[in-house]
């Protein structure tokens, strides 16, 4: 992908989109094509991390039992503990909070079954449960700040029922340069584990919060 085509839409996505009083997520949003979602093997499934970083703080919740619990209170932003697993699990609003307030869910291997047993449901269809693909399973009273940073740059690319996968890749606040080298990075990422690689994308766009689509690539 040329950088100078990227810069160009960046600043066409900027623009197009209304000043607000809080720093805009920039997504980018690609649309697949000749791929057979019934096929687990033609399914995506990416975490990557982002070079430049996702230019804001994202929130990380830790499920663990004792042996985590004090590392866990000390790098995540909040720490459900084992004991409270079914009480919580049982309270469908406070779930349905904590799945959109936090952006990762951090789990302690030896207690995952008890973790999918209370919030395999809840979790999973939203896709935040703990993946061991992102290192998001940890062992027993294991050091998790290096865990947190890698989480910081992290984003996931899924599809789910369509040809489509989007992804927060900065935000406004972010220079031209660590935005294009972000998009170039997760742009080659995705097509790289495509079966035909490039050939699999149909066309992709660059877009703000509260802005309109602009073309990134392919035909619109």
């Known amino acids: 992908m040329d950088k100078k085509k990227v ?30 979602l019934k096929k687990p093997e033609q399914k995506v499934d990416l975490f990557i991390n982002l070079p430049k970083g996702r230019g804001k703080k994202i929130k990380v919740c830790g ?10 209170e000390a790098n995540c932003d909040i720490v459900i503990s084992q004991d ?44 935040k449960m703990p993946n061991p693909k992102a290192g998001m399973i940890v062992p027993p009273g294991a050091p998790l700040k290096p865990v947190m940073e890698k989480m910081q740059n992290m984003i996931r690319l899924t599809t789910k029922s369509e040809l489509v996968v989007k992804g927060q890749i900065g935000t406004e606040s972010m220079s031209d340069d660590d935005l294009a080298e972000n998009i170039k990075h997760v742009y080659d990422k995705l097509s790289n584990s495509l079966p035909q690689h490039e050939h699999n994308i149909k066309n992709s766009f660059l877009k703000l919060t509260m802005g309109k689509p602009a073309l990134l690539g392919g035909k619109a």
């Open 7 to 36: 810069l160009e839409t960046i600043k066409k996505a900027i623009e197009s989109a209304k000043k607000r009083n809080f720093s805009q997520s920039v997504d980018l949003i690609v649309n697949l094509q000749q791929l057979d």
């Open 84 to 127: 409270n697993f079914h009480a919580l699990s049982k309270d469908k609003r406070k779930v349905k909070k904590l799945i959109k307030e936090y952006d990762f869910f951090l789990g302690q291997a030896n207690i995952m079954p008890l973790i999918a047993k209370n919030f395999g449901r809840s979790l999973g269809t939203k896709g």
């Open 63 to 72: 499920l663990f039992g004792p042996e985590s619990q004090k590392e866990g």
